[in-house]
């Protein structure tokens, strides 16, 4: 018999890299656009517009890259202390994580003896690498990656807060906010739709569900800067 490679794509496989990039990009484009539209409604002119746009994309793209970095450095930290008390633990009483692990086994549905085997077998590949996974859930497909997490989400908010203010610079000076906030929901509604999708859910869900808070977030700002703009005016 010929033996046929298996292979699959699972999203798991994308859940740091998408998290990551679907947050900054959506944050990036909601954040930008409604300081742009809430700058405009306050009645200023489009070089004070794409000033405080530009100002809002270079503070937002280090916000999200430190505030990304500081949040999976714990994560890793966490890790780290739990490997290394591990790593003892197999040093100084390696029959007891050997029972451990084989209870682990059990737990999941093997017969004790297929599961001492199991383990057994394991142990002797890589320990710590069985203990990782199987005891304390951490693998190579969910490790944090502290500063892949910070530059992906400084990059994909640039790239979201770009997009405002590309339409600043075309639009009408009379109605800067109306082609931001109308171009911001088609924006917002792609990158749900493609989140969705390459998490595996479904597209039209994703889309409204950003669409909805992003709107939401650009009303609030616009009114505000209606509201004071008319009383400094």
């Given at each position: 018999?010929?033996?046929?490679?298996?292979?699959?794509?699972?999203?798991?496989?994308?859940?740091?890299?998408?998290?990551?990039?679907?947050?900054g990009?959506?944050?990036?484009?909601?954040?930008?656009?409604?300081?742009?539209?809430?700058?405009?409604?306050?009645?200023?002119?489009?070089?004070?517009?794409?000033?405080?746009?530009?100002?809002?994309?270079?503070?937002?793209?280090?916000?999200?890259?430190?505030?990304?970095?500081?949040?999976?450095?714990?994560?890793?930290?966490?890790?780290?202390?739990?490997?290394?008390?591990?790593?003892?633990e197999?040093?100084?009483?390696?029959?007891?994580?050997?029972?451990?692990?084989?209870?682990?086994?059990?737990?999941?549905?093997?017969?004790?003896?297929?599961?001492?085997?199991?383990?057994?077998?394991?142990?002797?590949?890589?320990?710590?690498?069985?203990?990782?996974?199987?005891?304390?859930?951490?693998?190579?497909?969910?490790?944090?990656?502290?500063?892949?997490?910070?530059?992906?989400?400084?990059?994909?908010?640039?790239?979201?807060?770009?997009?405002?203010?590309?339409?600043?610079?075309?639009?009408?000076?009379t109605?800067?906010?109306?082609?931001?906030?109308?171009?911001?929901?088609?924006?917002?509604?792609?990158?749900?739709?493609?989140?969705?999708?390459?998490?595996?859910?479904?597209?039209?869900?994703?889309?409204?569900?950003?669409?909805?808070?992003?709107?939401?977030?650009?009303a609030?700002?616009?009114?505000?800067?209606?509201?004071?703009?008319v009383?400094?005016?």
């Amino acid at each position: 018999m010929s033996r046929l490679s298996h292979s699959e794509i699972h999203m798991v496989h994308r859940i740091g890299w998408l998290r990551a990039a679907v947050l900054g990009a959506n944050d990036g484009l909601v954040s930008t656009a409604s300081l742009v539209v809430g700058v405009a409604a306050a009645g200023s002119g489009k070089p004070e517009v794409l000033v405080a746009g530009l100002a809002g994309l270079v503070a937002g793209a280090m916000s999200m890259a430190a505030g990304e970095y500081v949040s999976v450095s714990s994560q890793t930290d966490a890790e780290q202390a739990d490997l290394a008390r591990e790593t003892r633990e197999l040093a100084e009483m390696p029959e007891a994580e050997l029972d451990e692990l084989t209870r682990i086994y059990v737990d999941r549905g093997l017969d004790r003896d297929l599961a001492e085997k199991v383990a057994t077998q394991l142990t002797e590949r890589d320990a710590l690498g069985t203990h990782a996974r199987d005891e304390l859930g951490i693998s190579e497909t969910v490790t944090a990656r502290p500063i892949q997490a910070a530059l992906v989400s400084a990059l994909t908010f640039a790239t979201g807060a770009v997009v405002p203010l590309i339409v600043v610079l075309l639009a009408p000076a009379t109605s800067i906010g109306l082609w931001v906030a109308v171009s911001t929901i088609v924006g917002l509604a792609l990158l749900g739709g493609l989140g969705a999708s390459a998490g595996g859910a479904g597209v039209l869900r994703g889309a409204l569900r950003v669409t909805l808070w992003g709107s939401l977030a650009m009303a609030a700002t616009a009114a505000v800067g209606a509201l004071f703009g008319v009383a400094v005016g």
